[in-house]
């Protein structure tokens, strides 16, 4: 396999594949294609951070994450029961049984009015 046939599972398509598919199109290259758009509308730099390792993502998000702030964390005056519920942990498999199993999907006046 040459480097050029590498697929990314973030970037499915090879050279190749988009060579192909700009061939179906009739146009000979990327460029050709967004030749229409005006000047103004494109750039040719994003301006955007130095790409992150996996690990490093995760700490950032995490970072990032532990900076909201949830019910139970600060007094909160929401009321109408916004707070955290215990839950026990049976619920889940009591409500996963086929008898609670519906086919029947709401329409969308339902489930915003809250009638189920």
């Known amino acids: 396999m040459s480097g050029n046939d590498y697929q990314s599972p973030y970037t499915p398509n090879t050279d190749h594949d988009r060579q192909q598919m ?69 619920v889940r498999q009591i409500t996963g049984r086929s008898e609670f199993m519906t086919a029947y999907t709401p329409y969308q006046p339902e489930v915003s009015q809250g009638t189920l």
Not at 32 to 38: A, G, R, T, V, W
Not at 52 to 57: A, F, G, Q, R
Request: hydrophobic share 40%.
């Open 22 to 90: 700009l061939e179906a199109i009739g146009v000979s290259s990327v460029e050709e294609l967004f030749k229409d758009i005006p000047e103004g509308y494109t750039t040719d730099s994003l301006d955007l951070p130095p790409a992150l390792s996996e690990p490093e993502l995760m700490a950032y998000a995490q970072e990032l994450a532990a900076s909201n702030m949830v019910p139970g964390d600060y007094a909160c005056f929401l009321g109408a029961g916004v707070y955290r519920h215990h839950i026990p942990a049976v």
